[in-house]
């Protein structure tokens, strides 16, 4: 099996822009969930997605945003970007069962997004 | 809230040696338990996972850990490195039998293998 894959693999941006980050989970797999890693903060959770549905949402401003298809690829947004969106933004896909038991997440390469 | 402790932000050792990473979580319910590592340059990889029965399990490489519910922890271990085991290890939880994926991940441990 494929494993997840993310696109873009890198992008600069500039202040002020807007940004969407793509993510294609493995075959068969229905939740999508990604992270922001940064030196400083660490590995944080944005938010999850199963069958089209945000199921939770991380402490993340509104700017940051996200959607799931009805394929299970998902796609995040992030507007007005800011010097501090910096990061490392990482997919990750697990089979998403109802109530997420025994389920394990696979992640992606990342996108490194570059804010300048 | 739950949160998870990593002690050793930095660790190096000499091929051969013996590897214990510490991991601690605070959550007052069940727990499924990961350990992932992030080799250089490489996207993040599971190494092992816990979610019940035999608190002792073994992963890929030659790693294992286990889980000791009283104290809340979860250590990685590894009889003998190797020069290829440098890398970034994080250990991460999530709510057993709860409505989401949501992983919690301690903030890593950089390992360094010297030759």
């Known amino acids: 099996k494929a494993g997840v894959t993310q696109t873009p693999r890198y992008l600069i941006k500039t202040r002020g822009q807007q940004v969407t980050l793509s993510c294609s989970p493995i075959?068969?797999?229905?939740?999508v969930s990604w992270y922001q890693q940064t030196p400083g903060q660490g590995l944080q959770f944005l938010f999850e997605y199963f069958s089209e549905t945000q199921r939770n949402k991380g402490n993340f401003p509104g700017r940051f945003s996200g959607r799931q298809f009805s394929n299970s690829r998902s796609e995040m947004n992030v507007s007005t970007l800011e010097l501090g969106d910096s990061a490392l933004y990482l997919c990750a896909s697990s089979g998403g069962l109802a109530g997420a038991t025994y389920d394990t997440q696979y992640f992606g390469p990342g996108t490194r997004l570059t804010v300048l | 809230a739950q949160s998870v402790s990593q002690h050793n932000h930095h660790v190096i050792l000499s091929e051969a040696a013996s590897l214990e990473l510490g991991c601690n979580y605070s959550?007052?319910?069940?727990?499924?338990l990961f350990w992932y590592v992030q080799y250089p340059g490489q996207h993040l990889q599971l190494l092992l996972k816990?979610?019940?029965?035999?608190?002792l399990v073994k992963g890929i490489k030659g790693f294992e850990a286990e889980f000791i519910k009283s104290k809340f922890s979860f250590n990685l271990r590894k009889p003998s490195v190797q020069w290829s085991d440098t890398a970034e290890y994080f250990c991460a939880v999530t709510r057993y039998g709860g409505a989401t994926n949501k992983l919690i991940f301690g903030t890593g441990t950089l390992l360094a293998v010297q030759p």
């Open positions: 959550y007052g319910g069940t727990v499924n």
């Open positions: 075959s068969g797999h229905r939740s």
């Open positions: 816990y979610f019940s029965g035999d608190p």
